[in-house]
């Protein structure tokens, strides 16, 4: 991040899940697609920063997409994109290429491996041809060009996140409160049955909450449905983490696959319930939460296409920033993740829904009264005919 907004690198920005499709269809001679994710946001429109100048002004920024319409929808064209090489990293491969990946670490390894002039592959273990059977093999040796050893193998992991026994967490602060005041509200979305995906925060947090009596499938944009609680201490696993990076557990009917299946997944409408954070969110359901120009990239990620996917969108925040800044407003004034995507949000002081481009006011914490609402609130909103406590 400090490098590209210093000027060093040129990067163009784009959502996860249009990355693994691009690659995907490059590497089945597919020179473009159509797809909704991005839709009346700056990816549509341009002027994404691809590069800026050292004194911070923009150098090189995004081109408008070509759009088409399907069905009376907006559809970006979106090209697919090889590289003169690919390097790549699997669990075990013999010695004509054939690849076995392990575990969440599959994720856009097959995908790019397809794309590659040349694709090499690191890996843990090489096998004699035959050793590995011919239905556990991930990725054809057609695709893979060299296999090298792996020396010296560390993996690291970047989050290590354990389940505590209680009384091991420690007397919680009064932002980790709010927190979970907002996770608990938000885990009464999940209905049985459904299939969800939760963004990295608040949402993960819901689903320490569930009700009794109810049972969901999580959804992980890199690749596995089905997982369960973080590990205990000594049970972590560097190739089974979320979309967040933190370590997580399977659970009995996991299945693990890649990147460019979870976001088909994800595309394809398949997925109940999305759970994300927010920067900003507006009265008529826009969503900003990827960018603040010229001072934070956190990048689109999976936001992006799950904002697009038509599942029901909850936004999980802080009513207001740090410093009592509104989130919630009549138009978002940073770049958009999706456009009229948010069905509900939730607050620590409320719960509204958008309904029609309007906001509605239908439930109130505790102690939080309409007015206080109101003046932290930079939109208008309606009263529901019954306002209910949240929790």
């Known amino acids: 991040e400090r490098q590209f907004l210093g000027g060093e690198l040129e990067v163009e920005l784009i959502p996860q899940g249009s990355l693994a499709e691009r690659v995907r269809s490059a590497g089945a001679g597919i020179p473009a697609f159509y797809t909704k994710t991005g ?4 990816l549509q429109f341009g ?5 800026y100048n ?3 002004t ?3 920024m995004s081109d408008p997409r070509p759009i088409q319409k399907f069905n ?9 994109i090889s590289g003169d090489y690919a390097l790549i990293k699997a669990h075990k491969a013999d010695t004509r290429g054939n690849l076995v990946f392990r575990k969440t670490a599959r994720n856009f390894n097959a995908p790019f491996a397809t794309a590659g002039d040349v694709t090499i592959a690191e890996v843990e273990e090489i096998v004699e041809p035959g050793q590995l059977d011919p239905d556990e093999i991930h990725l054809p040796g057609i695709y893979v060009n060299k296999v090298i050893l792996a020396q010296n193998l560390e993996k690291r992991i970047e989050k290590r996140t354990l389940t505590q026994d209680k009384g091991e967490e420690g007397e919680k602060t009064q932002a980790q409160l709010t927190r979970e005041f907002i996770a608990k ?7 049985d049955g459904m299939y969800c995906n939760l963004g990295i925060g608040i949402p993960t947090l819901a689903s320490n909450f569930i009700e009794e009596g109810v049972k969901i499938e999580l959804q992980s944009e890199n690749g596995l449905l089905g997982f369960g609680p973080f590990p205990r201490p ?3 696993d560097a190739d089974l983490i979320n979309a967040g990076k933190e370590t997580i557990t399977t659970i009995p009917g996991s299945s693990a696959f890649g990147s460019d299946l979870s976001f088909g997944m994800i595309r394809g409408g398949h997925v109940d319930l999305t759970i994300l954070g927010a ?3 507006s009265q008529n359901g826009d969503l900003a939460n990827w960018m603040i120009p010229g001072k934070m990239v956190k990048g689109p990620g999976g936001a992006m296409d799950l904002a697009a996917s038509g599942s029901r969108v909850v936004v999980t925040m802080e009513h207001t920033a740090k410093k009592g800044t509104k989130k919630i407003l009549e138009e978002c004034t940073l770049p958009l993740t999706g456009a009229k995507c948010v069905d509900r949000i939730i607050t620590d002081k409320c719960v509204f829904d958008i309904i029609d481009g309007n906001l509605t006011l239908i439930e109130l914490a505790p102690g939080v009264n309409v007015d206080e609402v109101t003046a932290a609130t930079g939109a208008k909103f309606t009263l529901a005919a019954n306002i209910k406590g949240m929790l």
């Open 39 to 42: 839709a009346g946001t700056q």
């Open 47 to 51: 002027g994404i920063p691809i590069k």
């Open 54 to 56: 050292k004194d911070g």
């Open 58 to 60: 923009v150098a090189i």
């Open 72 to 80: 009376k929808e907006t559809y970006l064209m979106e090209r697919g």
């Open 185 to 191: 509200r938000a885990a009464k979305e999940f209905k």
């Open 234 to 236: 000594g049970e972590e």
């Open 279 to 281: 920067m900003q969110v």
